[in-house]
Every structure is written in structure tokens, then in C-alpha cells.
């Protein structure tokens, strides 16, 4: 799941050397929070939050995959 969060956050940012994902986890829910460049904050986040909601919707079919919840927290 940490891999799919990079994959898609380097294909949409400017300065995807600066994208970082850290991986919390508790017993049965993992929270990623997800680091990116200030410039590219608003290409992740999208308009009303439409490609952050996309991103989640994708963590979250795959962490159904996984039988765990997985919870994207998107960090400055």
C-alpha cells in the first residue's frame, strides 16, 4: 500500500524527490501519511479534494485486499 501512495503521488507532483510516505501501524488500521514538496500540496489535494478522496479510494480497495483499514493522512 506504501508503494501505490508513492507511485501515485510521484506522477502527480513537480518534485517527486520529495515525496515521502511513512507508514503507521496499529492492530488493525495502518495510517500513511504522506509527505510532499509545499509547492505540490495542491496537486495532491486537487480541487475540493477531489484527487486526495481518488487517492483514498484506491488505498482503501487495496487494504480491503489486505483485510486491514488503512487511513491517508496527507501532511505539510
Known amino acids: 500500500m506504501k ?3 508513492e507511485y501515485v503521488a510521484r506522477a502527480l507532483v513537480d518534485h517527486p524527490e520529495d515525496v515521502s510516505v511513512r507508514v503507521v501501524e496499529g492492530e488493525r488500521t ?3 501519511e504522506l509527505k510532499v514538496h509545499p509547492n505540490d500540496m495542491g ?3 486537487g480541487k475540493q ?3 486526495a478522496k481518488a ?3 484506491l488505498l482503501s480497495a ?3 485486499k ?4 488503512a487511513v491517508l493522512e496527507i501532511v505539510e
Do not use: D, P, S, W
Open 30 to 32: 495502518k495510517v500513511l
Open 62 to 64: 487495496a487494504a480491503t
Open 49 to 51: 479534494g477531489r484527487t
Open 3 to 5: 508503494e501505490l501512495v
Open 43 to 45: 496537486q495532491v489535494i
Open 66 to 69: 489486505e483485510n486491514v483499514r
Open 55 to 57: 487517492i483514498r479510494t
